[in-house]
Antibody
Framework: QVQLQESGPGLVRPSQTLSLTCTVSGASTSSDRHYWSWIRQPAGKELEWIGRVYTSGSTNYNPSLESRVIISVDTSKNQFSLKLRSVTAADTAVYYC?????????????????WGQGTQVTVSS | QSVLTQPPSVSGAPGQRVTISCTGISSNIGAGYDVHWYQHLPGTAPKLLIYGNTNRPSGVPDRFFGSKSGTSASLAITGLQADDEADYYCQSYDNSLTAYVFGTGTKVTVL
């Protein structure tokens, strides 16, 4: 059974860098069949995809956050990480890590087949 | 603001059928990208219910049925049960935003 667990500070000061780690068990971040994503949800708002990393280290980011985000993978620890710099109160949210899989129909489609339970991050002084 | 619109809430009695719509536009569902559905109880990990418009992962009961037509998709839940009470989200890709996008979410209440 695939399990993902987010970890990191629950409180970040404005203008600082938010750093989270996702530890994966029951699956390998070395897999060439999956991507590893970060997703967040501010209170009362919809889910927002932040970005993803492949086992090779290649990344794709949501253009709305791309200038502030770095996602990386450490296959030796079976973990992947999120860094979001210059945070403001608008970055306060529950942050989820998730495993992504692909289904090819008329297009290449990507969905999230396993998720962590999420971690609350609050940006406040 | 989400590009995938869902009704805020739907409700039904135990055993009844409810349907949740997910309305997109020409740059996402209308462009041919598949729709996927998730069930979420706050405080827990979201759970994949449907992928590729109609496919159920192993372990998801066949009471959950997905469909897609044009710029919209739907999730139907038949034989509604108390533990179906949760938030449900659709997800697709938008080639104008170049990002994976989620719906606004629907809360299902079992009366």
């Amino acid at each position: 059974q695939v399990q993902l667990q987010e970890s990191g500070p629950g409180l970040v000061r404005p203008s600082q860098t938010l750093s989270l780690t996702c530890t994966v068990s029951g699956a390998s971040t070395s897999s060439d069949r999956h991507y590893w994503s970060w997703i967040r949800q501010p209170a009362g708002k919809e889910l927002e995809w932040i970005g993803r990393v492949y086992t090779s280290g290649s990344t794709n980011y949501n253009p709305s956050l791309e200038s502030r985000v770095i996602i990386s993978v450490d296959t030796s620890k079976n973990q992947f990480s999120l860094k979001l710099r210059s945070v403001t109160a608008a970055d306060t949210a529950v942050y989820y890590c998730a495993r992504g899989s692909i289904i090819i129909t008329t297009k290449w489609n990507y969905y999230f087949d396993s998720w962590g339970q999420g971690t609350q991050v609050t940006v406040s002084s | 603001q989400s590009v995938l619109t869902q009704p805020p809430s739907v409700s039904g009695a135990p055993g009844q059928r409810v349907t949740i719509s997910c309305t997109g536009i020409s740059s996402n569902i209308g462009a041919g990208y598949d729709v996927h559905w998730y069930q979420h109880l706050p405080g827990t990990a979201p759970k994949l219910l449907i992928y590729g418009n109609t496919n159920r992962p192993s372990g998801v009961p066949d009471r959950f049925f997905g469909s897609k037509s044009g710029t919209s998709a739907s999730l139907a839940i038949t034989g509604l049960q108390a533990d179906d009470e949760a938030d449900y989200y659709c997800q697709s890709y938008d080639n104008s935003l170049t990002a994976y996008v989620f719906g606004t979410g629907t809360k299902v209440t079992v009366l």
